[in-house]
């Protein structure tokens, strides 16, 4: 039963978020992604604009794929931008990346991560207990889990940070501008194309094409 219990926690947590989990590893293992602080003052000052948040800085971490990542829980946040996303986006493009960010923040979208993922977890212990699940079962349980906690995560979390975002863009042509940059850049991985089953089960992001119907529908608002 404890075998059971690990199984389906260690298999939940590392299909939900791969991608964390990854980018925070390579800070401190394998070829080191080196990372600094600094004042970008277009970026704080378009965020404060825009939504009222006051940031002080914002970490870059020296990566070679473009993503940003908002870190911290509500008051204290922690914008993680990588300098690949740094390079490749121009300033319609970044708008879009640092106020979906900031959505995150604003509607406490850590905290709900936290507590979509804890409550799944229980749910699947509490389960596990119930029907006393072998290790086989279980893993399957917690791959069914993974995948029902996902989609909760990208319309109650993702979906609702690029509506916070593509409302408040100066240019919607930037949001869509981005999502050939980042199927570019992500071409090879297996999670790029829109119909690509692993993306649909297990992204949290939605996908570039809703991003630019979202944006193409601030030109006739
Ligand atoms: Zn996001």
Redesign the pocket.
């Known amino acids: 039963m404890t075998f059971s219990l690990i199984i389906f926690i260690l298999i939940f947590l590392i299909a939900v978020n791969y991608f964390q989990l990854v980018t925070f590893a390579s800070l401190i293992v394998g070829p080191k992604i080196k990372t600094n602080t600094i004042i970008d003052k277009w970026i704080i000052n378009t965020i404060k604009y825009k939504t009222g948040l006051v940031l002080k800085n914002i970490k870059i971490f020296h990566d070679k794929r473009p993503y ?3 870190g911290g829980i509500y008051p204290f946040p922690i914008l993680i931008i990588s300098e690949k996303m740094r390079k490749l986006f121009n300033k319609d493009e970044m708008e879009w990346v640092v106020l ?2 900031t ?2 923040h604003l509607l406490w ?1 850590n905290l709900e991560a936290i507590i979509i993922e804890g409550v799944t977890i229980s749910l699947g212990v509490k389960l596990i207990h119930l029907l006393q699940l072998n290790i086989f079962s279980s893993g399957l349980l917690s791959i069914f889990f993974s995948i029902l906690a996902v989609q909760i995560i990208r319309y109650g ?2 979906y609702q ?2 509506k916070f975002s593509i409302l408040r863009v100066s240019d919607p042509e930037g949001v869509i501008t981005a999502q050939a940059k980042l199927k570019k850049y992500y071409k090879d991985s297996l999670f790029n194309s829109e119909k690509s089953l692993l993306r649909i089960l297990f992204h ?2 939605i996908s570039p094409g809703l991003r630019i119907k979202m944006a193409k529908m601030r030109y006739s608002s």
Request: glycine residues 8%.
């Open positions: 940003a990542m908002m979906h960010e959505g995150h979208h979390i993702e940070a690029d949290w992001n």
